[in-house]
């Protein structure tokens, strides 16, 4: 569609307008999900008991236009002239229905209309960021996306008055101007009698009890980071929200906007020059990040669950192989560092959350701490779990204070009021926040993220706003060593589920393999046939798997997506078990940190079980998961290096093992377990035992590769 429209609005006379769209009521040609036409609809609204409340009727655009084209271009090209008929429209089928049924309530004299369908009506329409809003788009319909990074208090806007002359006793109505950025009413001067004799009366008296008031707030959106080029500044624009759209969204929130855009002046003041701003008037509004949309925008068919289930029910690769495949899809450009990719994935599944009947909710999201040497890679890697979350927001400790991480109340230039604008934590809701730099924190802002970390909230009570914002966040921090020691304090320290230490060791071999893969990834393969010397040594093998067996990132956010929605873990008598006498042990051990070993521990240790079933596509917490999640979470700096591989343990605590909770060694045919009722890695009937004494010995020694480390 172009910028100019093909058809003349004043070419139709009004009621035409009003005839056509009531057609396009009766019609039933529009169908709502839950399989209602727009009649059934008003039925409904009539039905209601409160005349004073705002109701609201969706129209589909896509819809209006498959009816008639000609209306359904103009409604895009001048709304504020075609949405009048389309109002009018409503209420005169209201009265028709209520003629037929007078039993069924009464006629609702506020219905707005919420135009949905935008997305698909090309790029005059639905714009691809807000720094591409022109002069040229002002009144007609577009569509925006953004973040919610301010909200205003929800105010009663005074749109209209109704006057009546004290001499001739005509009643007019006067509208506000809202094309203000402080819209008045002023008291009218000389009487609008439309009598043949004019009335020269200057006084009128105000009917208080007939002003037309409206709910009406202002929110302020940021275009999204991801979808900028570098070195790009997001832009933002305020949004109007009316009638039932108010407090719809609160800051954090991905919306989608579609409304009608507007030129708006600010006071003025002589001998100021004269400005004004673009404000978007909302017609409609859809978060993007709630649990609903991103499942349903996630997962477009029924192939991706196929797809998934046919990889775990495939016999020709162990349950180890696939699990490798998932590890070496996050981040693939970095070689190794196969546990703190685990950790991070286990972070973005995340546990069950479960809320108690004492209204004590137990939070599922798992928060994780890289710390390590300089140089080995841990910010690429929280930069590369903000490009697979849904919904990630990456923020860096250097300069960062605690209103950055959590909110702040900001007063509005132009008339005083408080608001409060998000932060990090706040932005990240529902998703990933990623902390580069946490040491730079100062210690006094750092203690903000306790509440938000295990509370998942955050209180608010700066300059009279008093208020609690959800911080459903997994937080994901990494910083450095400071003098050789991890320098934070045991209350915060001890709401990190996973601490991952990332050691540089010196390894002639391992440097050789890791400098090929940086600077000669693409003829790696061509070198390792070459030469066979490398080509026969496990850290080629290694690297070869790293290449081949991978998703793309698209494919791996499907995954997520899939498993959080399908599964929830629950966990057996023996997983339990298991974490039980761990958690014992460690809390009578000598040797115990004190800020560790705590009760949430044992809920880090249940969260951690939960998320590797979810990886590994089932719904129940086996052995194998909890001895992975005692691993990760219990492991030291030497089970962590940077050049481990081992997403699986070998050892055990030995007073565990001495009472036959874990075994020495995982099920090499099936070490991370099958699906439920999948069947194990190997082909069916064929046990650890029944396997020939050669090929056991090959797989354990293939299974001591990815151990070795551990």
């Not at 004269?274 to 477009?300: C, G, P």
Request: charged share 25%; aromatic share 6%.
């Amino acid at each position: 569609a172009g910028m100019c429209p093909l058809y003349d609005p004043t070419a139709i006379l009004p009621h035409e307008y009003v005839e056509a769209f009531e057609k396009f009521i009766e019609s039933g040609r529009q169908i709502s999900q839950d399989g209602r036409d727009l009649v059934s609809c008003l039925e409904d609204i009539i039905q209601e008991d409160d005349r004073s409340m705002c109701f609201h009727i969706e129209v589909c655009l896509l819809s209006l236009l498959d009816f008639n084209q000609q209306l359904g271009t103009l409604l895009v090209h001048y709304p504020d002239y075609i949405l009048g008929f389309l109002s009018t429209a409503i209420m005169n089928v209201q009265k028709k229905l209520f003629e037929q049924s007078p039993y069924l309530g009464s006629v609702k004299p506020i219905v707005s209309v919420r135009l949905k369908g935008a997305s698909l009506l090309g790029d005059s329409v639905n714009k691809t960021c807000i720094s591409s809003l022109r002069s040229a788009d002002a009144g007609r319909l577009i569509l925006v996306r953004g973040t919610v990074v301010r909200t205003g208090p929800v105010k009663l806007l005074e749109c209209a008055r109704v006057y009546q002359c004290t001499k001739c006793k005509f009643k007019f109505k006067i509208q506000a101007d809202l094309d203000l950025q402080n819209p008045s009413i002023s008291t009218p001067t000389v009487c609008r009698s439309t009598d043949a004799k004019t009335c020269k009366s200057n006084s009128f008296t105000c009917f208080e009890n007939e002003r037309e008031t409206r709910d009406y707030q202002e929110v302020k959106i940021q275009e999204q980071v991801d979808s900028l080029n570098t070195g790009t500044i997001p832009r933002s624009v305020t949004v109007i929200l009316e009638y039932d759209l108010v407090d719809f969204c609160q800051p954090g929130h991905q919306v989608e906007v579609t409304g009608i855009l507007r030129r708006r002046w600010k006071t003025l003041v002589s001998p100021v020059r004269a400005d004004l701003n673009m404000v978007l008037e909302a017609k409609n509004i859809s978060i993007l990040n709630s649990v609903e949309f991103s499942i349903a925008r996630t997962i477009q068919s029924d192939k991706d669950q196929e797809f998934f289930e046919n990889f775990w029910l495939d016999a020709r690769e162990s349950v180890l192989d696939k699990k490798m495949t998932i590890i070496n899809s996050l981040c693939p450009q970095i070689f190794g560092m196969y546990k703190a990719k685990l950790a991070i994935l286990l972070a973005l599944v995340g546990g069950v959350s479960c809320k108690e009947t004492n209204s004590v909710a137990v939070r599922g999201e798992i928060h994780c701490l890289l710390v390590g040497d300089p140089g080995v890679g841990k910010s690429q890697l929280l930069k590369c779990a903000v490009r697979t979350a849904e919904r990630g927001v990456l923020a860096s400790g250097v300069g960062t204070s605690s209103a950055g991480l959590t909110v702040t109340a900001v007063r509005d230039s132009t008339n005083g009021d408080w608001a409060l604008e998000a932060g990090a934590v706040v932005l990240a809701d529902g998703g990933v926040c990623c902390i580069d730099e946490f040491s730079c924190v100062k210690e006094a802002d750092r203690t903000t993220l306790h509440e938000a970390m295990e509370q998942q909230t955050i209180s608010v009570a700066k300059a009279g706003v008093v208020c609690k914002l959800s911080t459903k966040t997994t937080i994901l921090a990494a910083m450095n060593y400071r003098a050789g020691v991890i320098d934070l304090a045991s209350p915060l320290l001890s709401r990190f589920d996973l601490i991952i230490e990332l050691k540089d060791f010196k390894d002639r071999q391992w440097d050789k393999e890791l400098f090929s893969h940086l600077v000669h990834h693409e003829q790696t393969r061509d070198m390792a046939a070459d030469d066979a010397q490398q080509r026969d040594s496990p850290h080629s093998s290694r690297r070869r798997r790293h290449d081949e067996q991978q998703w793309n990132m698209e494919r791996l956010r499907r995954y997520i997506a899939t498993v959080k929605r399908k599964f929830q873990p629950q966990m057996s008598a023996a997983a339990e078990k298991l974490l039980s006498a761990w958690y014992q042990e460690q809390r009578l051990s000598a040797q115990r940190d004190a800020a560790r070993t705590t009760v949430r521990m044992l809920e880090s240790l249940i969260r951690i079980s939960q998320a590797h079933a979810r990886l590994m596509f089932r719904d129940a917490v086996s052995p194998e998961d909890a001895q992975v999640a005692i691993q990760l979470a219990g492991g030291g700096p030497d089970d962590a290096a940077v050049r481990s591989t081992a997403p699986w343990p070998r050892r055990a605590s030995a007073g565990i093992r001495a009472r036959g909770l874990m075994p020495a060694l995982p099920d090499i045919a099936n070490p991370g377990g099958a699906p439920p009722s999948q069947g194990s890695g190997c082909r069916p009937g064929r046990t650890l035992q029944a396997l020939r004494r050669a090929e056991y010995a090959q797989r354990e020694s293939s299974a001591s590769i990815h151990l070795e480390h551990f």
